[in-house]
């Protein structure tokens, strides 16, 4: 069932992001230092303390508080609106793009971004979902809120091949890291999908795991799966 509501209601639409959590991420303190990436998305931090965003958890933002549309070289992304479901479906039904999907949107939290050029014309949607890290019993539930955004793409295969989903990704990422403050990005994909793969090397994400034949295809059986992650010191360019 649809929870997102129509184009002429945009606050509305982004009111009720939930978060849920996630069983396999440890919590830690990111451990900030200069310099930091200068954030394009406003912050509720003192401007004389740029690195905050990953320090303080009690500042986390969320995507409904994004100063919506976001701007990538040659695209403009937005939230996803009952009225683009017809427009995604001419390519979300095609066989050669179901066959390495793993879902459809079925809630808030799983945010749908619609990326479009200039003129209007949907080339592809994207997922950004935040949700909470994994933290032992007994730690700060407040500590791992909103600590982890997983974000993923598809892209009309009228226009692939253009390098429009990692245009967007790397949107996603700089917005995960210094607009919503998440500690850690993770993206997934079936191990033979090879051009989403190479756009999370692409992008700077590290492998993180190859899972054997974890995964159910629809026709091809259990197959492998891989997930790839950044964390915000990695995005910053720091070990630290
Ligand atoms: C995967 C998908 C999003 C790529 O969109 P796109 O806009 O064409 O991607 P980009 O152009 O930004 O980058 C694709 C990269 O993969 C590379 N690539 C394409 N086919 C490849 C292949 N068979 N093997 C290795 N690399 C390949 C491209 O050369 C490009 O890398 P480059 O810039 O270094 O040349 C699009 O094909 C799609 O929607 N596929 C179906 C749905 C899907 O797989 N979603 C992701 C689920 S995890």
């Known amino acids: 069932m649809f929870h997102v509501k129509r184009a ?4 509305h639409a982004l009111a009720d992001v ?25 912050t509720q931090h003192a401007p004389s303390d740029p690195c905050a965003p990953w320090q303080d958890r009690s500042h986390a933002r969320t995507l409904a508080s994004v100063d919506w549309p976001i701007r990538t070289a040659r695209l403009v992304l937005r939230p996803f609106v009952v009225d683009d479901i017809e427009q995604t479906w001419l390519y979300r039904g095609r066989e050669d ?3 390495w999907t793993g879902s459809w949107l079925t809630s808030l939290e799983e945010w749908r971004i619609i990326a479009e050029t200039g003129n209007g014309t949907v080339i592809g949607d994207f997922l950004i979902h935040v949700h909470d ?9 407040a500590l791992v809120a909103h ?11 009228a226009y692939a091949g253009r390098g429009y989903a990692s245009e967007v990704a790397q949107a996603l990422v700089d917005l995960a890291f210094t607009g919503l403050a998440v500690r850690r990005v993770i993206a997934n994909a079936f191990a033979d999908n090879a051009p989403s793969i190479r ?15 974890d995964s159910l295809h629809k026709t091809r059986g259990w197959i492998d799966g891989v997930r790839y992650a950044l964390l915000a010191e990695e995005y910053r360019g720091s070990d630290a």
């Not at 002429?8 to 606050?11: E, G, I, Q, W």
């Not at 890290?133 to 700060?140: C, R, S, V």
Request: net charge negative; charged share 20%.
């Open 147 to 157: 600590q982890e955004a997983e974000i993923g793409w598809t892209v009309d295969p």
């Open 8 to 11: 002429s209601d945009p606050a």
């Open 133 to 141: 890290g994994w933290g032992q019993g007994g730690t700060d539930s």
């Open 199 to 213: 756009i999370m090397e692409k992008i700077g994400m590290r492998r993180e795991s190859f899972s054997l034949k």
């Open 97 to 99: 793009v179901t066959t």
């Open 18 to 42: 939930t978060v849920a959590p996630h069983p396999r991420v440890a919590a830690s303190g990111a451990h900030c230092r200069e310099p930091c990436r200068p954030s394009p998305f406003p």
